[in-house]
């Protein structure tokens, strides 16, 4: 199929060649939620869709998450990890405050010849990261890359609290991409966008330098995630529809030419509110939040990498990727398979 865009693109483009996901073992399902705080599996159900999470165990981290992810997608792809050439980890629960979770990622696979970075785009961080490796795949100046998006959200949740604690989940998702010429396939287009005004909406207020771990916190909460669940919902449905409306402007899309619109899994009533305001058949929209729940930035690798093994997507087929999240951002991929 023949894209608008198509005419513009260069002949070095980004392909995805591997996914993989890993997510720890230990589940919490909402009945365990409900004997932690006033809810219930009723609610959590109608409210988000989320029915269980995983969560990390204290030996755990989000390096050891997206180095298992990142196994299974440099198998698929059949690269190894010396052929490497850049590794980023987009996580807002990295490691450690430094060094990258992608130093920790690349020692771990001992991927010898990459550089590598983080993204703290939190659950965009997936989509943003696609178009940075479009960027250096596009101008030639790279052949094998590996993005992982990867959390341990749970480390930072506030168990007390109801509204927030139900929502996350840990877990990771990677895919390789190389750069290949005259394929016809692959990104095609990105869209990017941020709104800093809006930071306060979804925050970790703690241990930057604004509130250094070296001094008392003036409120012991400033360590957990905080959320305005309802500002973010309203935000993210308008935000979603935006993006994915570009991405078909811009590529000369009707709905007929999409096979599947992958959302970040933040709460299933968002997806389907902005489904709906796109016209998108059920089909056309993967939903998986209620497995994970939302895992952040790994929520949109998770989905592909699973949708990809329940053989929704072949060869030739036409995939948005689209995310919102903290910052806020926001942001789209739109990929030929
Ligand atoms: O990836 C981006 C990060 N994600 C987000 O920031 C989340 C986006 N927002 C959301 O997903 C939804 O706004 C929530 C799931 C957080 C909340 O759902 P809602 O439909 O927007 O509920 P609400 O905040 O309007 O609250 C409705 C009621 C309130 O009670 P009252 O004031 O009506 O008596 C809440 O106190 O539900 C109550 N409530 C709960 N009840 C049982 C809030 N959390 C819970 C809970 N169990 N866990």
């Known amino acids: 199929m023949q894209t608008k865009i198509e005419d513009h693109l260069p002949a070095n483009r980004a392909v995805i060649t591997g996914h993989g996901s890993f997510v720890p073992a230990k589940i919490l399902t909402n009945d365990d939620l409900s ?23 204290d030996k755990e981290s989000t390096a050891h998450l997206a180095t298992e992810a990142a196994k299974r997608a440099l ?14 980890v987009a996580t807002i629960t990295p490691e450690m405050v430094f060094p990258s979770t992608a130093c920790f990622v690349q020692q ?16 965009s961080g997936f989509v943003y990261s696609l178009h940075i490796v479009q960027q250096f795949m596009e101008n030639g100046r790279l052949n094998n890359a590996l993005v ?7 480390k930072i949740t506030n168990w007390k609290e ?7 989940g840990d877990g990771a998702g990677a895919v390789v991409l190389q750069r290949k010429q005259n394929a016809g396939r692959g990104i095609l287009f990105s869209t990017l966008g941020a709104d800093g005004t809006y930071w306060e909406s979804l925050c970790c207020r ?14 012991p909460e400033m360590v957990y995630m905080q959320i ?4 973010v919902y309203q935000q993210a449905v308008r935000r979603i529809v935006e993006a994915v409306t570009e991405c078909m402007t811009r590529c000369n899309l009707t709905l007929d030419d999409i096979k599947m619109v992958i959302s970040h899994q933040m709460n299933a009533r968002i997806i389907e509110s902005a489904a709906k305001r796109l016209n998108l058949p059920d089909e056309k929209v993967f939903i998986n939040i209620q497995d994970y729940g939302n895992t952040s930035a790994a929520s949109v690798p998770i989905a592909f990498d699973e949708c990809m093994r329940q053989g929704k997507l ?12 903290a910052g806020v951002t926001w942001g789209a991929n739109v990929i030929e398979m």
Do not use: N, Q
């Not at 198998?75 to 980023?88: D, T």
């Not at 703690?206 to 409120?219: C, F, I, N, T």
């Open 206 to 219: 703690a241990y930057g330098s604004r509130h250094p771990v070296s001094r008392p916190l003036e409120d």
């Open 314 to 325: 072949k060869k030739g087929d036409i995939v948005i990727l689209v995310a919102f999240g």
């Open 35 to 57: 004997h932690m705080v006033d809810t219930s599996d009723e609610w959590i159900v109608t409210r988000t869709g989320i029915k269980v999470r995983h969560i990390t165990t």
């Open 228 to 231: 305005k669940g309802r500002e």
């Open 148 to 154: 992982i998006g990867a959390e341990s959200l749970t």
């Open 75 to 88: 198998e698929r792809a059949k690269l190894s990890a010396e052929e490497l050439e850049l590794i980023i």
């Open 108 to 123: 771990a696979l001992g991927a010898k010849k990459a550089w590598g970075f983080d993204i703290a785009a939190a659950c």
């Open 162 to 168: 109801r509204t927030s604690c139900i929502l996350f």
